[in-house]
């Protein structure tokens, strides 16, 4: 790249922070070499995953859809398109060391969660599994390890008691999207500043899979409440079951309030839906059995008494 051209930006991304961002650099007159993004018959495994294949022939950008992106002659069609850097959102896999060594100016990608802090899969679920009362956004160059690269820069999100994961991705999208467009003219001149992470500070959360998602009504109602909110829509969803009938519970609300009934019985009372924890209720708001529509949780009232739980995975 000469010192008068314009860097050449390839674009990684699979799921909607990664279109958001896309969206904000090209209303902003960003122009790309390359686009890449996740083989559509992929989506029904990957959470949260959206289209591209619209920007980029809106925008006449050369399109990459691939299944394993580290896959050589993958790696060769993403070198064919010269990248001066590689910008990576919302993009669910790691990049291997042979695409990390393309771009000149580096590949910078972002993490939901303060690096060094929730490295690894799922860190805006785990936050909210784990009850936290904050998480973030950290956009950093990219290495040949996982998530503790060099930081860029970073965005401090509070979690509210309203938000759920989809809310929680919303916001960390907004702050991807400032971020971007703060550092992108300083990034493409190999002036971005960049700070190592305490590596002493790390924590790595493990990958998260659908059948973790099992309800242990032995807990607690708000340890509960976190956990249906983590893993909500567009995810895979908590679920419980009655007999063999798996449950999913998409919405609920915690109530302390004590009660003698053992854990995972379901009560109706006063026109709501109430399932006993092992210290307060549960009462849901938005339920699915497996197979059939969502509804409101209310709609389970004539199950009143009937205990629910079991390890019925399959």
Aim: hydrophobic fraction near 40%.
């Amino acid at each position: 790249m000469s010192s008068s051209a314009q860097p050449r930006i390839v674009f990684v991304g699979t799921v909607a922070e990664g279109r958001r961002c896309l969206e904000a650099l090209l209303a902003h007159g960003e122009r790309f070499a390359g686009l890449v993004t996740l083989d559509p018959a992929l989506a029904p495994t990957t959470s949260g995953w959206v289209r591209f294949d619209d920007l980029a022939a809106a925008h006449a950008i050369p399109l990459l859809t691939v299944r394993n992106l580290n896959a050589p002659e993958n790696v060769d069609r993403v070198a064919a398109l010269r990248p001066d850097l590689i910008l990576v959102v919302g993009w669910t896999r790691l990049l291997g060391p042979e695409l990390l060594r393309l771009p000149p100016l580096g590949a910078v990608g972002f993490h939901a969660s303060l690096l060094p802090r929730y490295r690894g899969r799922a860190p805006v679920n785990w936050a909210l599994i784990n009850g936290a009362d904050e998480t973030g956004n950290t956009m950093f160059f990219l290495d040949d390890g996982v998530d503790t690269g060099d930081i860029i820069d970073q965005r401090r999100i509070p979690v509210l008691d309203e938000d759920d994961c989809a809310t929680l991705y919303r916001k960390v999208a907004d702050a991807a999207v400032d971020m971007l467009l703060e550092h992108l003219p300083a990034l493409k001149t190999a002036t971005a500043p960049r700070t190592p992470q305490d590596h002493r500070q790390a924590t790595v959360m493990p990958r998260r899979r659908a059948e973790d998602g099992l309800i242990d009504w032995s807990r607690d109602a708000r340890g509960l409440f976190n956990w249906v909110r983590a893993l909500t829509h567009p995810y895979p969803g908590a679920f419980t079951f009655h007999g063999d009938r798996r449950l999913f519970v998409w919405r609920a609300v915690p109530d302390p309030s004590p009660h003698p009934h053992p854990p995972g019985r379901l009560l109706a009372t006063g026109g709501e839906v109430h399932v006993s924890t092992g210290d307060g209720l549960l009462r849901l708001d938005r339920v699915q059995w497996e197979g059939e529509p969502e509804r409101p949780g209310r709609e389970l009232a004539d199950l009143a008494g009937v205990l629910l739980g079991g390890e019925r995975v399959r």
